[in-house]
């Protein structure tokens, strides 16, 4: 399946854009600031969570605009069978309030994960293996969204029983007792299973890794250290024994939320932190190449890469080509010229994007 018929409405400097006659390989050719990235930003939204900016609602409408935005798109099924209407909408009376469509009904944000797998790959992330723990752990849900849609439930429920609990724990007064039983064991319960998707996640993309290994994208080696009991039952216990010494942390202090995604260069042995530059990029799209072969069971995918080809030799960037056209993805690319992406270009839809609007070339 592939999205066609992308309307973008009053969306950060977009007032009004479509795009049309769509292709497995989509490319948005334009100058720094265009608003290429802001294309792909708006596909992003097709999916629950914050986009690939992780920017807030009202940030991304128009500044000059009513105040609210639209990002529509048609995902037509390869088969045949009868096109999916997919939309988010903001609207300038609620412009914190996000709205979801699919076929017109109006759906949970997390709905949309039914139907289309979005993944994405930015310059951002070039610093996530040297970024902080949570950083790392946002990466790693996000892929696991990708494979198993009820994580982002599961992430808001145990996020809100987390919030509750360490209110109770830095009140000057002592907890309720029952109340902590309760919290516990719901952080126990959605805990266990976040732990579970994870460790099932990593594995299998460990997996693939190994399978996909190359010269041209060094293979890295991933794991999950644990703070504390993953197991429902033990966890629950491990959080009530504990309850003294986070009282005096004022939070708490184990579970899922404290977990570190590790990741080392297999062939040399050394944390992804202390690799090059070029190394860490190479092991990033590695892992997004293996995360696709696992994110396509059953729904369409979308991939969105973000300026991908800049910094890559025109080895890895034929590799990276050759890789993307096997596995299926719809793939939406930005870059300032179109001299990089030659290889794929007879098979691409080109864009033009300048100030905001696009014209097909």
Request: overall charge positive; proline content about 6%; aromatic content about 4%.
């Amino acid at each position: 399946m592939a999205l066609d018929r992308i309307s973008i409405l009053d969306f950060r400097n977009h007032r009004q854009t479509a795009l049309e006659d769509t292709a497995r390989f989509n490319l948005l050719v334009g100058a720094n600031g265009a608003g290429k990235t802001n294309v792909l930003e708006a596909l992003s939204l097709l999916a629950p969570g914050r986009g690939l900016r992780r920017a807030k609602l009202p940030e991304m409408a128009r500044i000059d605009g009513p105040g609210g935005f639209t990002v529509a798109a048609r995902l037509q099924p390869a088969d045949g069978a009868e096109p999916v209407q997919l939309g988010t909408v903001v609207d300038a009376a609620q412009p914190n309030r996000r709205r979801v469509r699919v076929n017109g009904a109006e759906r949970s944000a997390l709905g949309l994960s039914e139907w289309l797998s979005v993944r994405w790959l930015t310059p951002a992330m070039d610093g996530l293996f040297t970024d902080s723990a949570g950083a790392r752990r946002r990466y790693l849900d996000r892929l696991a969204l990708a494979t198993a849609p009820g994580h982002a439930a599961l992430s808001n429920r145990y996020e809100t029983a987390l919030r509750n609990r360490n209110r109770l724990l830095s009140d000057d007064a002592p907890p309720d007792p029952q109340w902590l039983d309760a919290l516990e064991a719901q952080l126990a319960e959605h805990g266990a299973a976040i732990a579970a998707n994870r460790r099932a996640l990593v594995e299998e993309l460990n997996r693939e890794l190994e399978a996909q290994a190359d010269a041209l994208f060094p293979r890295p080696l991933l794991a999950i250290e644990p703070t504390g009991p993953e197991e429902r039952a033990a966890l629950a216990e491990a959080l009530r024994g504990n309850r003294r010494t986070e009282r005096r942390a004022g939070r708490t202090l184990i579970g899922p939320h404290r977990a570190e995604l590790a990741v080392t260069l297999a062939d040399k042995g050394v944390p992804a932190a202390r690799a090059s530059t070029g190394e860490q990029k190479a092991m990033l799209i590695a892992i997004t190449l293996a995360h696709g072969a696992l994110a396509t069971r059953g729904r369409a995918g979308l991939l969105l890469l973000d300026e991908v080809a800049a910094h890559l030799d025109p080895q890895r960037r034929e590799a990276l080509f050759a890789r993307l056209a096997a596995n299926g993805e719809q793939v939406w690319m930005t870059g300032t010229e179109r001299t990089p992406f030659d290889p794929i270009l007879p098979d691409a839809a080109v864009w033009d994007v300048s100030g905001g609007s696009l014209r097909r070339i």
